[in-house]
């Protein structure tokens, strides 16, 4: 990654933390356990890819920085409980996220439950509260593709069909509908939301950036995929292997690891094509791609 991407990522990063830490209730505040367990679960860590995301198709059309750090910060409420609650016995069973025990090992499963409930509360609030967009119309669009993102024809479905996938032999367009909807339809969000704190892009420069957020929304699963069956657990910052030992489908198990960095590598061209339009500007929006598909955690 170069310097210039980094200090950038840097920046961003920084101001959706203040943001955060500004908008969670702090730990004097009844109820504190939960406040507390909230505060636990999204501040110091994470990499911040969709709020990231959201900064760079902001960049597209000269969005104003506080509006898409509020836009940022709710996709990142969003995603936190969706790990919160995904970490649960009654889910994923996981006692270790972003290198520390997870919300429910550390304070107990109910305050986690509420966490994750109230996480998504304040995400809306935060739409709802700041101003985010030119008008009113298009801000309250917004709010309906972060709740249709989210729920059960968004990311909350995509987790139905991966819980219901356990020991299943999945075909390929099976797990890439799963993913699409778990993992895709929360990144896609945080790219169209981001674009629409600017000045308006017109039709065919939406449909363009929605293809761009759809491939990197999957590339972003696939080279999770890849990752979780070769990185150890300390790089990861979260049990590595989960999905062998869970005998869960992945783009590992259907396509094997060369065949699964293919696939990544092709929807990362696909991505790249569809951004050709909007020249330099995109330039965030492809520096933000390769950062997901370079990962190493
Ligand atoms: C509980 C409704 C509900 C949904 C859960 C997101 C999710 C759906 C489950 C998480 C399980 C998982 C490992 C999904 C694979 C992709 C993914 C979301 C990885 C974690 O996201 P990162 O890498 O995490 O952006 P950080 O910690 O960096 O924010």
């Known amino acids: 990654m170069n310097a210039d991407f980094q200090s950038w990522a840097r920046d961003c990063q920084s101001r959706l933390e203040t943001f955060l830490e500004s908008q969670l209730a702090k730990t004097d505040r009844e109820p504190a356990r939960l406040h507390s ?30 509006r898409i750090t509020v836009v940022g910060a709710a996709v990142e409420l969003i995603h936190a409980y969706s790990l919160v609650h995904d970490d649960m016995p009654c889910m994923d069973d996981d006692v270790l996220r972003r290198g520390k025990p997870t919300c429910h090992v550390e304070y107990d499963e109910a305050t986690a439950l509420l966490t994750g409930d109230s996480l998504q509360s304040l995400s809306f609030q935060l739409l709802a509260e700041h101003q985010v967009a030119d008008s009113a119309q298009v801000q309250l669009a917004m709010i309906k593709q972060l709740a249709q993102a ?5 990311m909350a479905g995509g987790q139905a069909v991966d819980l219901d996938s356990v020991g299943k032999a999945l075909t390929l367009p099976e797990l890439e509908f799963m993913h699409i909807h778990k993992t895709g339809a929360l990144i ?35 080279v999770d995929d890849v990752l ?33 960095r293919e696939l990544a590598e092709s929807l ?22 390769d950062f997901i598909i370079q990962r190493e955690f």
């Not at 636990?40 to 969709?50: E, F, P």
């Not at 062998?244 to 094997?256: F, H, M, Q, R």
């Open 268 to 289: 990362r061209r696909d991505a790249f094509q569809s951004l050709e339009s909007f020249g330099d500007a995109a330039a965030r929006l492809r520096q933000v791609t």
């Open 228 to 260: 979780d069956s070769e990185a150890t657990t300390a790089t990861l910052g979260k049990t590595a292997g989960k999905d062998a030992d869970n005998d869960k489908p992945t783009y590992v198990s259907i396509l094997g690891v060369n065949q699964a």
């Open 37 to 66: 367990a909230m505060r636990y679960s999204v501040l110091g860590g994470g990499k911040r890819v969709r709020p990231l995301f959201s900064f760079a198709a902001g960049a597209l059309n000269g969005a104003d920085a506080e």
């Open 188 to 222: 896609r969000a945080a790219v169209m939301l981001g674009a629409q704190c600017g000045n308006r892009l017109n039709e065919e420069q939406l449909t363009q950036l929605d293809h761009f957020s759809k491939c990197v929304g999957l590339a972003f699963q696939v």
């Open 150 to 154: 989210s729920g059960s024809r968004g």
